[in-house]
């Protein structure tokens, strides 16, 4: 079968290449030129990178005087599958000095890691003076996951909700600074990402056979949730929600809370690090968000 020539004026359509992040707003005063092709894309992606520039700017000045008076930052990021932690992480993380910021996911606990005293293998990857240390997954999993997918006994679980108060208490009369971020995806959008998942390349890594499990146990989840919070969500360390159903808002938004909480030089004025009161959610507004909504679980976020 023999291929229709091309026409002189029809044209290659484009490959569909995603951009990276910051090429919008890098190249936004570019001049035409013959070896440039044009571009269109939404004014909310040029204010989006602009803002997210901004803000790992003041996480570098941050880590620079952390260094300085030898701080130590634990953040703790947890959430349902596809909540966007992980985006998050990668945005916090990209500009600072690999040295004093580390992100610790840790894979399943071995044969002898089963036998430890349960937070055992995560005190080696507290920070040390100067450094942020970004935990993507914590000892929380004990809260929600290993519960609900019978990876541990009602009485251990019972046990690490009494115990990690306590524990975090003695993290925190230590001096390390701990952010606890819970990132709240609606059923839905859960859902629409694990699909997302499945067609593209890039995100298949991420694929896992307790997608599937993550909605059909939806409802145990949200139940090991309020749990989670009402025992842990404590004045010296606090949850703070993140609502991720739009993650470009729920990253910014999650930094310039981190941000408005600790003292550094030359810090923007606290306006422009104010988070915005409908992505970031106190724990105690939403324990009684759900104490309200307990027998509504359609009203439950996620």
């Known amino acids: 079968m023999v291929k229709k020539a091309k026409k002189a004026d029809e044209k290659e359509q484009p490959e569909n290449i995603r951009l990276a992040e910051g090429t919008a707003s890098s190249n936004l005063n570019n001049k035409k030129g013959e070896d440039k092709v044009q571009v269109w894309v939404s004014k909310s992606q040029i204010k989006y990178e602009k803002e997210l520039k901004k803000l790992q700017i003041e996480l570098m000045k941050l880590q620079l005087s952390m260094k300085e008076r030898g ?4 953040v703790i990021f947890e959430g ?4 966007g932690k992980g985006g998050t992480i990668k945005r916090i993380t990209e500009h600072l000095n690999p040295r004093n910021a580390r992100v610790v996911a ?3 606990p071995n044969e002898t890691e ?4 349960y937070f055992q293998r995560y005190i080696v990857h507290l920070p040390s ?6 935990f993507d997954r914590s000892w929380y999993n004990r809260a929600m996951v290993e519960p609900v997918m019978g990876f541990c006994t009602d009485e251990q679980n019972k046990r690490f909700l009494k115990d990690v108060p306590m524990f975090e208490e003695m993290l925190a009369k230590n001096g390390i600074k701990i952010f606890k971020f819970y990132f709240s995806v609606s059923k839905e959008v859960q859902k629409e990402r694990f699909e997302s998942r499945k067609t593209d390349l890039l995100k298949q890594f991420k694929l896992s056979p307790i997608d599937n499990l993550a909605q059909k146990y939806w409802d145990q989840y949200s139940i090991r949730k309020f749990q989670m919070l009402s025992e842990t969500n404590r004045t010296i360390a606090p949850w703070t929600i993140v609502r991720s159903d739009n993650k470009k808002q729920a990253r910014l938004n999650c930094m ?13 004025p606290e ?4 988070p915005d009161p409908e992505v970031i959610i106190s724990g105690i507004d939403e324990i009684r968000h759900m104490e309200m909504n307990l027998m509504q ?6």
């Open 271 to 274: 306006e422009e690090l104010q």
């Open 71 to 74: 701080e130590r930052i634990l």
């Open 297 to 302: 679980p359609k009203e439950l976020r996620g």
């Open 256 to 268: 310039k809370f981190l941000l408005s909480n600790m003292d550094y030089a030359n810090k923007l």
């Open 80 to 83: 349902r599958d596809a909540a």
């Open 106 to 108: 840790l894979a399943k």
């Open 129 to 134: 003076a100067g450094e942020i240390v970004l």
């Open 114 to 117: 089963m036998t430890q005293w």
